[in-house]
């Protein structure tokens, strides 16, 4: 009769660690649902505070490009809008030769009541020979309705052994 009672503790504890798992599993697969749920409502967020605060209408985004960089090497931009001083970015050297191997860097996001505005770019760096170099760029950018995309690119002019500097809008 032991030995019996001991089989049906036996069983009766299986059982117990059986159902015990189950709720485990079912507790996990709760909780993975619920962080699931949370990554998409913080994204959802993100999404609305980029949309609340750089309406399309209103947005302009301005972003450096540069080609090989032989004539120039690049420190720093400096972003000013209408007189003021709206952005000033110091690069590393990866950042750098990201730029160098075509990458684009969006140095600055601003919202722009329609009409004229003013930038102006300085760009900071070694020039030819190793030289300190700074340069700047100015565009009149007449802002419309809707988003507006600006280009600050460096490019080498082989023929003056300069560096270039253009402000264009994108397309």
């Known amino acids: 009769m032991n030995a019996d009672a001991a089989m049906a503790g036996s069983r009766s504890n299986e059982g117990a660690e059986t159902e ?23 994204r959802d967020l993100l999404l609305l505070e980029e949309e609340l605060l750089f309406p ?16 120039f090497d690049l420190d720093s931009v400096n972003l000013k809008i209408d007189g003021k001083e709206v952005a000033n970015y110091l690069y590393t050297e990866r950042e750098v030769g990201a730029l ?21 770019a300085v760009f900071t760096g070694r020039g030819p020979h190793g030289r300190d170099y700074r340069r700047g760029a100015t565009m009149k950018i007449d ?3 809707g ?25």
């Open 20 to 42: 015990s798992r189950d709720r485990f599993r079912a507790l996990d697969r709760d909780v993975q649902d619920l962080k699931t749920e949370v990554l998409n409502i913080n």
């Open 56 to 71: 399309a209408n209103s947005q302009v985004a301005f972003f450096v490009s540069m080609d090989i960089g032989e004539y």
């Open 100 to 120: 160098q191997r075509g990458g684009v860097h969006r140095v600055h996001m601003a919202n722009l009541k329609t009409g004229e505005h003013e930038l102006i």
């Open 143 to 145: 802002k419309g309705i």
């Open 147 to 171: 988003a507006k995309y600006i280009e600050l690119e460096i490019t080498d002019r082989v023929r003056k052994q300069q560096p270039e500097f253009v402000v264009r809008e994108w397309e």
